[in-house]
């Protein structure tokens, strides 16, 4: 959170002053957010799954239609794909980074698939340019679930610019927050307003109750002015917090790969994760695991592959790509709460082998 002294008074005013629910906070949070992570629009949700629900639907997802999608990740990324009556179809990842690999992604892409759903798993970015290719030359839609990586950027461009739809969280441990809330950028402007209409219900903004007419049903994903407000005053130090996960990202790629039986996760030359938590790679990350619990540091391989859970049994395959890097993988802390002096003693606990 902002500093209390800071965030109090804007807060109160919004929470004393009658307009709670989405309003200007919401709509002048959404104009910063573009500008300041250089998007071509924003949306503001009440979840980064709500607006990656309506990413899938505003890119055409409809029931039966197959999306291809990573099994490595926080499972709203594909319990939307379920949600709409749709087929995820898990494509392996690069074992060297944990993200979509582009040759496995092109193996399942077939006559039903509507989309490409990538991650960019922990901060790191995917392969985008190599994406964006294949989603061409097939003709089916990229969208980013940037949840994990605000502030990454691609071949020099802000994350979340290539797909045809990205989105972002800002639930309560991401870089930012605004308690629980989310974000959805479209490449087409022109989609904006059906997207819109999803997010409330299928009803109109501005068309007076009794005369809207609803002609497809929506949901209930608006941003309320509560969460705007927390958000708008979090982008002022926002910068700041992001440089801090990638100073300490940095620093951990190279202290961490000279010690021998660990390597950090690859990044392409053109890729500049955000380091939401740091990807390690150890032929024995239990044993990284016991060596910082001994000094009081928790680690771990965060997620459950989503292909294991039993919701996604029907669509399981063989990942032998997903099951190296998730036997090598774990995640330690690296995030703006990291002190220095922190992080130096991560480094000096994995050295002593
Ligand atoms: C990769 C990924 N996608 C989507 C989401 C959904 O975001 P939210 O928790 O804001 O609904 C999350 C976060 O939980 C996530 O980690």
Redesign the pocket.
């Known amino acids: 959170m902002p500093p209390r002294d800071a965030l109090m008074p804007m807060l109160e005013d919004v929470l004393y002053g009658g307009m709670l629910a989405e309003g200007e906070h919401v709509y002048e949070f959404e104009r910063r957010f573009a500008e300041h992570f250089g998007l071509p629009n924003a949306l503001g949700f009440s ?6 629900h309506v990413a899938l639907l505003s890119c055409g997802v409809r029931p039966g239609d197959e999306v291809v999608t990573t099994s490595m ?5 594909n319990t939307t794909i379920l949600q709409i009556g749709a087929v995820p179809v898990f494509a392996d990842v690069d074992p060297r980074t944990g993200n979509l690999e582009p040759a496995s992604v092109e193996a399942c892409i077939g006559p039903r698939t509507k989309a490409i759903l990538v ?1 960019h ?1 922990a901060g790191y970015p995917v392969a985008l340019n190599a994406m964006r290719a294949l989603a061409d030359r097939h003709g089916v839609a990229l969208i980013e ?1 940037c ?2 990586a605000l502030g990454a950027r691609y071949a020099g461009q802000a994350i979340g610019t290539i797909g045809d739809a990205a ?1 972002f ?3 309560a441990i ?1 870089h930012m927050t605004t308690v ?3 974000a959805l950028t479209l490449r087409d402007p022109a989609k904006i307003r059906a997207a819109k209409k999803l997010r409330w219900f299928g009803l109109e903004k501005g068309v007076p109750r009794t005369e809207v007419d609803i002609v497809e049903a929506g949901y209930k994903y608006n941003m309320t002015n509560v969460a705007g407000v927390i958000g708008l005053r979090q982008l002022d130090d926002i910068d700041e917090a992001i440089a801090r996960h990638i100073a300490h990202g940095q620093a951990f790629d190279a202290a961490l790969s000279a010690i021998p039986g660990l390597s950090a996760a690859a990044v392409e030359a053109v890729s500049e994760p955000s380091y939401w938590i740091y990807t390690l790679l150890s032929d024995d990350s239990d044993a990284v695991e016991r060596r910082l619990a001994e000094i009081g540091v928790a680690a771990s391989k965060l997620h459950r592959p989503n292909h294991l859970h039993s919701v996604f049994a029907p669509y399981r395959r063989d990942l032998p790509g997903l099951a190296e890097f998730y036997r090598r993988l774990v995640h330690i802390p690296c995030g703006w709460w990291v002190s220095d002096a922190d992080r130096e003693r991560i480094v000096s606990a994995l050295s002593k082998g």
């Not at 990740?73 to 990324?77: G, H, K, V, W």
């Open positions: 979840s980064g799954t709500g607006a990656l990740t926080a499972e709203p990324t991650v798993y679930d949840a994990h989105i969280s800002f639930q991401k629980d809330g989310g």
